[in-house]
């Protein structure tokens, strides 16, 4: 694999990721509810959902893909549950002033991560780039197990300087909201944000 291959790889992925759909909804809808640590282990979900695909595409599985219906839309709606559920959380009781240390000395790293993992698997945007724009920019027939790793790596860095701006930028306006008031504005905006990435999740094709 050629150094200009990469290159092109990764700047298609990282426009592609730049551009607000409903992993980066997510993600700041996270953000602005539980702070940069649980969004952190949500972006490395949303990380590893990207490497899933370009696994699949590398081992040959674009064919199975065509299969791949049924395990899809279950992916899909999980995600989708999920996101509602969080949405419904935030709107009918969210956080407040007392509830926000709580909240990071439980954790919650887990729940997030699988959040994040779960958005991008059920995101066909994510799996058109990786089995459809993908094998275009790279030859995939003479790509080697270093090829793979440098991908992978590529894809990782890229994705995380994309993402991580997001949600400091999201986090850090959490903490200046401290307010009653304030807290109830981002309570309701966190579930709408929330409510909005399950919806684009739901009526994607």
Known sequence: ??????????????????????????????????????????????????????????????????????????????????????????????????????????????????AGLLVTLGNPKTMIFYLALAPTLVDLRSLTFLDYGMLALCTVVVLLIVLVPYLALAAKARLLLQAPRALKALNKTAAAFMAGAAAAIAVRH
């Open 1 to 114: 694999m050629t150094l200009a291959g990469l290159i092109t790889y990764g700047g298609a992925l990282a426009v592609a990721a730049a551009i607000p759909g409903p992993g980066v909804t997510a993600l700041v809808a996270r953000a602005l509810g539980s702070g940069f640590r649980s969004s952190l282990f949500m972006a490395f979900g949303l990380v590893l959902g990207d490497l899933t695909y370009l696994t699949a595409v590398v081992l040959g599985l674009a064919l199975v893909a065509q299969t791949f219906g049924t395990v899809f839309l279950i992916v899909k709606w999980l995600g989708v549950a999920y996101l509602a559920w969080l949405a419904w959380t935030f709107w009918t009781s969210g956080i407040s002033a007392e509830k926000i240390e709580a909240r990071r000395g439980k954790g919650g790293a887990f729940s997030s991560f699988m």
